[in-house]
T-cell receptor, first 118, second 112 residues
């Protein structure tokens, strides 16, 4: 149980392209999903918290107009990297927490999306 | 915020028990402690979660002292396939939103 699917797994595209990444909780509902970025040999950095039916909460230093987040249903959140540039190349990972309430529900992660901007 | 500190790397041999300790001095009263395993180019995989004392599942044990300022992940009889990065994560709810700060993680290398 608690499977999170992330798609696509890899994207290679030209500079200036917008890229959409989908994150789905397959066997549970998630009012809260999270988006992380991870550079090689580094830890995960939280970018934003995606809340179903409301605006995402972005971490300091993350441009909300650059990284558009939509959480349209209890099982789907999307991250769109707009007008991507080479410095946006990274490994993007989403996670989802089952249900609502306190922090006793662990996050479950997707398998990430490797984004390479040429 | 509940920042975590772990050893950067550890080496072990197959069949040995491995204990990885995480320090989280600023853990909040309601926070749980969660451990994840990450292989290259994959998302973190949930291993175990606990609040206090000891938790055991089919793959690991988690020991949490009474003050909850640290926790220890115990992997019994590791194999080569346990070579990965291990993260402890403590959630922190600030003004109604969640702040999760991953530490550096511990890079475990299991040797034959």
């Amino acid at each position: 149980g608690a499977v999170v699917s992330q798609h696509p797994s890899r994207v290679i595209c030209k500079s200036g392209t917008s890229v959409k990444i989908e994150c789905r909780s397959l066997d549970f509902q998630a009012t809260t999903m999270f988006w992380y970025r991870q550079f090689p040999k580094q830890s995960l950095m939280l970018m934003a918290t995606s809340n179903e039916g409301s605006k995402a909460t972005y971490e300091q230093g993350v441009e909300k107009d650059k990284f558009l987040i939509n959480h349209a249903s209890l099982t789907l959140s999307t991250l769109t990297v707009t007008s991507a540039h080479p410095e946006d190349s990274s490994f993007y990972i989403c996670s989802a927490r089952p249900g609502q309430g306190g922090s006793n529900q662990p996050q479950h992660f997707g398998d990430g999306t490797r984004l390479s901007i040429l | 915020l509940a920042k975590t500190t772990q050893p950067i790397s550890m080496d072990s041999y197959e069949g040995q028990e491995v204990n990885i300790t995480c320090s989280h001095n600023n853990i909040a009263t309601n926070d749980y402690i969660t451990w994840y395993q990450q292989f290259p180019s994959q998302g973190p995989r949930f291993i175990i979660q606990g609040y206090k004392t000891k938790v055991t599942n089919e793959v690991a044990s988690l020991f949490i002292p009474a003050d909850r300022k640290s926790s220890t992940l115990s992997l019994p009889r590791v194999s080569l396939s346990d070579t990965a990065v291990y993260y402890c994560l403590v959630g922190d709810r600030v003004s109604g939103t969640y702040k999760y700060i991953f530490g550096t993680g511990t890079r475990l290398k299991v040797l034959a």
